[in-house]
């Protein structure tokens, strides 16, 4: 559209037109107050909260629905509007108990901010207000009816932005209400969405109700911990006696990757962190067998002198290879870098993975050398077409789900879905084509061209055309794809323009997991270590002969020919059904936030903090990278990277060659500080060093400049300090950053709360291996309310589980009052 | 689902009719006041089985069918008497004495505001205007009106339904035929 301008106010302003003018005005640094209107969800003019004086126009215009045109001359502050809007709240406010001492909205609550500016707390009224108990319609959401103003956002928001349609209007007038669809209670995906949502406190969460004053918390925003879509989300965090703890979770900045979508785990997943069966407490086993509370010291003292005797043991059962090591699905980056190198540097091992649930090494194998082909979540927000292919965004990739949906209402985006189970986002879709279970290849096959790859499939001939049509293309594909077959999808994808793609795994870090190189085969960035190239010099005593998959690590524990198992923030024994007792003879250290399956057998349990409780960068499913902030804290837990660290000090290893930080053992001269004026004398003081652990003194550059050097070198060319403490998980990051092509980052975004997208197109092509066994992929499918072992230890999720479970029939009753 | 034949609670009629209204309009849902008006008259009120074969015929949600139903004072979601007599109590009728002949019916049919009476003949119901101002007050019985009400006027309306109830008794007439 056109730009037009108009005037507001007395203020020349200029907006496309069309634009809605509470939009424009917005933009331009003029707040229009406004209940029901919702960026986003449909127009609905119901609260007048947003008049304004058109020029020319007999009465007062809603600026919610009014579109900007040449011309137009617009007020909006005037003696009429404030009475205006001080009317309307006098209305809003006639049933409304006023009870903001109590609400849970106090302090953040739209309809509190209004009635203060315009002065609207008296009422002219005389009749009682009509008042009704607040309702509890869900394990997650409760309902207190007074306060609602009727701006049905989060009716728009469940039906349009969720689609869910599970709330409406009931009755009329002054007796008009929110209605839930089960008569009294919820039966829908409990996202917490319409809480959000609601200006005032009539919907509320049973996670924070009358828990807290919003300026009573902290907000932290960090990175959900749940799904592999890497939702951004802010934690209301609050101290106790034994750390800080979080009340709430929501998205209310709307800054992130999710804008203003959270999905129940999200929003209500975080109690795990206060679970009483967390670990808090080093646990070593004693000689009677049972593991016993321990100090940290005597923990890691027990761990590193342990590794390190069968790391220098020369019998058949010792040396590095005899140790295994078993990395997470949710730590950060730079903990799964500091993992791998750690069991590459010093421990002398190769026997590195985690437990794959995506085969990510294949895609990024397929995408290797294919600059801008691979889709950053805010695609699928904006693709003009998209093909899914397998999997189940509603369940498992909340977020994708409803960047799909806002995608098909905002843009009209065009969906294909080819599927072997029915999902829900075929509502969306303009054609959907049902695979038999195993149809997933010769789906590949046919699009490419094989007319009788699919036999007899209904539609697929108008399917392929439809698809082959369009333009441009968002390819996004489940865990159906392993291997081969992600790489002939790949490739027919690659022969066309404007094809991009994006791969849909679990967990928070999966993605990050396989991109720094916790595998037996594949260093960080996926450079093989039979040819490690820059690693060959970074790392001191890599070997290039790959080690043991993860499964392959436990049936040699259980054969007895691993000396030692050495697990972090994963539970192999559970996922794969090992037999407890066959791992007797292993040494086995576990670093987890829960006793789980692999830590009840454990040798030493190390007490780990869980996502919440440390900072970092994790990588969604789509590769987009994302600051994680300490929000809550624990007494006793250490974020595993700190762990790692200190047992590796432990075992003698020299900290400064793991984690570059500090100056180096070359003592820089200090040099004084020249005094700037007469009147200004400051105290001597040394001019620190940005050299590395070598300190260099500019004589050497680049590649002659010594192995420590190189990382000060390019920290230096990118005016970036060494870090200072062995602990600073983001000394890792600088070297991850320069270790890693794919992880080319733009800091200054990532640093502000933003997403930044890898590239697997840097890949060097020379580093492409045969792929990686596909049985290994076990996909987790965990569902809205489940997600592993945190799942299990999250009592909000267990109880909507077992809450939507148990109400799978809906009851039929009158509608509310 | 746009044919309920199969597992229809309407009679063969009133189906048909639906079926035939769902094509009329543009937009299905445009049928919705329509339709829960005949089934209304069909089946007496709004039951769960009602809204659930509406919102199936017009593919909204039984949220849906109920959110518009709780608009409208004359849809009902619980049954009536045979006869539900609904008397005007706004302004005309009101100046004409409505309150006294609401006051003589609730004593003579012993019922209050929304009563049935227990034999289910008669039920009582205060309503706004329905239109017949110029001869207030004004009584509506079903679909009837009985207009320029005196108590003694009343007595006989009702008298004359009540025979007419015992009439369709003995012939085993349905309620609202
Ligand atoms: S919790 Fe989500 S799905 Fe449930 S009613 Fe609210 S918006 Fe709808
Ligand atoms: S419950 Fe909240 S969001 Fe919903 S209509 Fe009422 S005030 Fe608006
Ligand atoms: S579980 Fe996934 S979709 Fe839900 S809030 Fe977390 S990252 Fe977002
Ligand atoms: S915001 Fe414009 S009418 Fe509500
Ligand atoms: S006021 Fe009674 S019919 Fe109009």
């Given at each position: 559209m056109p730009d037009v301008t108009f005037t507001v106010d007395g203020k020349k302003l200029t907006a496309p037109a069309g634009t809605l003018l509470i939009e424009a005005c917005r933009k331009a640094g003029i707040e229009i107050p406004a209940f029901c209107y919702y960026p986003g969800l449909s127009l609905q003019a119901a609260c007048r909260m947003c008049v304004v004086r058109q020029e020319k126009v007999p009465k007062l215009q809603t600026a919610c629905t009014t579109t900007v045109a040449e011309g137009q001359v617009f007020t909006t502050e005037s003696p009429e509007i404030t009475q205006a809007r001080k009317a309307t709240i006098e209305l809003l406010l006639g049933n409304h108990p006023l009870d903001c001492p109590v609400c849970?909205?106090?302090?953040?609550c739209e309809l509190q901010d209004m009635t203060f500016r315009y002065g609207a707390g008296e009422s002219l009224y005389t009749e009682a207000k009509n008042h009704r108990e607040e309702q509890k319609w869900s394990p997650a959401v409760y309902f207190d009816r007074p306060r609602c103003i009727l701006c049905y956002r989060c009716v728009r928001m469940c039906?349009?932005?969720?689609?869910?349609?599970?709330l409406g209007i009931a009755n009329?007038?002054?007796?008009a209400i929110i209605a839930p669809n089960g008569g009294d209670h919820l039966d829908c995906e409990q996202c917490g969405m319409c809480i959000d949502a609601c200006p005032v406190g009539a919907l509320t969460s049973d996670t924070y109700r009358y828990k807290t004053r919003p300026w009573e918390m902290n907000h932290v925003s960090t990175v959900c911990t749940h799904c592999g879509d890497g939702c951004k989300v802010t934690l209301g965090v609050r101290q106790v006696d034994d750390g800080a703890e979080i009340v709430r979770g929501d998205n209310r900045d709307k800054s992130g990757i999710n804008g203003d979508f959270l999905c129940a785990k999200g929003r209500f997943g975080f109690d795990f962190v206060d679970s009483?069966?967390?670990?808090t407490k080093p646990l070593v086993r004693n000689a009677a067998g049972t593991l016993e509370p321990v100090t940290w010291e005597h923990a890691i003292r027990v761990v590193s002198n342990k590794l390190k005797e069968i790391r220098d043991s020369k019998t058949e059962n010792g040396g590095g290879s005899s140790i295994g090591v078993i990395g997470s699905n949710t730590g950060t980056n730079e903990e799964n870098y500091l993992l791998q190198k750690f069991a590459r540097t010093v421990l002398g091992t190769n026997n590195i993975d985690h437990i794959r649930t995506t085969d990510y090494a294949a895609f990024v194998r397929a995408m290797a050398g294919h600059e801008h082909r691979a889709a950053s979540l805010r695609d699928t927000e904006t693709a003009k077409a998209i093909l899914l292919i397998g999997g189940n965004p509603t369940e498992e990739h909340p977020l994708l789900a409803w960047n799909i949906r806002t995608n098909f209402r905002h843009n009209t985006a065009r969906l294909y879905i080819a599927t072997d189970s029915p999902i829900k986002l075929e509502r969306q879709a303009r054609q959907t084509l049902s695979l038999p279970v195993e149809g997933y290849e010769s789906l590949t096959a046919f699009l490419s061209g094989d007319d009788s790859a699919l036999g007899e499939i209904e539609n697929a001939k108008t399917f392929r055309e439809a698809v082959n049509a369009e333009e441009s293309l968002l390819v996004i594909f489940g865990q159906e794809f392993r291997g081969a077959a992600i790489e002939s999808l790949v490739k027919w994808g690659l022969a066309k323009e404007n094809v991009k793609f994006a791969y849909l795994g679990d967990y928070a870090n999966s993605r990050g997991a396989a991109d720094m190189g916790l595998s037996p085969d594949l260093l960080p960035g996926y450079i093989p270590v039979t040819t490690p190239g820059a690693f060959a010099e970074e790392y001191p005593n890599l070997s290039t002969q790959p080690g043991m998959t993860a499964p392959e690590m436990l049936d040699a524990g259980c054969r007895g020919e691993l000396a030692a198992l050495y697990i972090v923030g994963s539970d192999p024994v559970t996922a794969y059904g090992t037999d407890p007792a066959a791992l007797k003879r292993a040494f086995v250290v576990v670093q987890d936030i829960f006793l789980t399956g692999t830590a009840a057998l454990a040798d030493v349990v190390l007490p780990a903090a869980s996502l919440y409780e440390k900072a970092g960068t994790v990588t969604n499913t789509f590769g987009d990278i994302q600051l994680v902030k300490k929000a809550a804290d624990k007494a006793g837990v250490k974020p595993d990277f700190e762990i790692l660290v200190r047992i590796a000090g432990g075992m003698g290893a020299d900290v400064k060659k793991l984690v570059p930080f500090g100056r180096g053992s070359i003592t820089v001269p200090a040099v004084t500080a020249p005094a700037l004026s007469v009147d200004f004398v400051p105290t001597p003081r040394p001019i620190p060093s940005l050299r590395g652990i070598h300190g260099d003194l500019g004589q050497s550059r680049g590649a002659h400049s010594g192995e420590a050097d190189r990382h000060a070198v390019w920290l230096a060319a990118r005016g970036l300090e060494l870090r200072l403490s062995p602990f600073d998980p983001l000394a890792a990051l600088d070297e991850i950053e320069r270790l890693v092509p794919s992880y080319k980052l733009d800091r200054l975004n990532l640093f502000a709360g933003n997403d930044v997208h890898s590239e697997p197109g840097f890949v060097p092509v020379a580093s492409l291996t045969a792929p990686t066994a596909a049985e290994l992929i076990l996909p987790a499918h965990d569902g809205l309310f489940t997600s592993g072992v945190l799942g299990d230890h999250t009592k909000a999720l267990v109880e909507l589980n077992s809450y939507q479970e148990s109400i799978s029939q809906p009851v039929a009753e009158a509608a509310a009052d | 689902m746009s044919s309920a034949e199969t597992m229809s609670i309407f009679s063969p009629a009133l189906s048909a009719r639906f079926d035939a209204l769902v094509l009329k309009y543009p937009v299905k849902r445009s049928a919705l006041i329509p339709m829960m008006l005949y089934a209304q008259d069909e089946v007496g009120y709004l039951s769960d089985a009602v809204i659930e074969e509406i919102a199936q015929r017009l593919d909204l949600t039984m949220l849906d069918v109920r959110n518009v139903a709780s608009y409208y004072s004359m849809l009902r979601f619980k049954p009536v008497g045979k006869y539900n007599v609904q008397v005007c109590t706004n302004i005309s009728c009101m100046l004409r004495g409505a309150y006294d002949i609401f006051e003589h019916l609730e004593e003579k049919l012993g019922i209050g505001h929304k009563g049935i009476t227990a034999d289910g003949v008669f039920s009582l119901e205060e309503v706004e205007c329905i239109g017949v101002c110029c001869w207030a007050p004004a009584i509506q019985v079903n679909y009837d009106f009985h207009d320029d009400l005196t108590n003694d006027k009343v007595d006989e309306v009702i008298a004359a339904y009540r025979a007419k109830a015992g009439r369709a008794d003995a012939k085993g007439e349905s309620a609202n035929a």
């Open positions: 849970d909205a106090g302090g953040e039906g349009e932005g969720m689609d869910v349609w599970a009329r007038g002054s007796s009483k069966d967390r670990l | -």
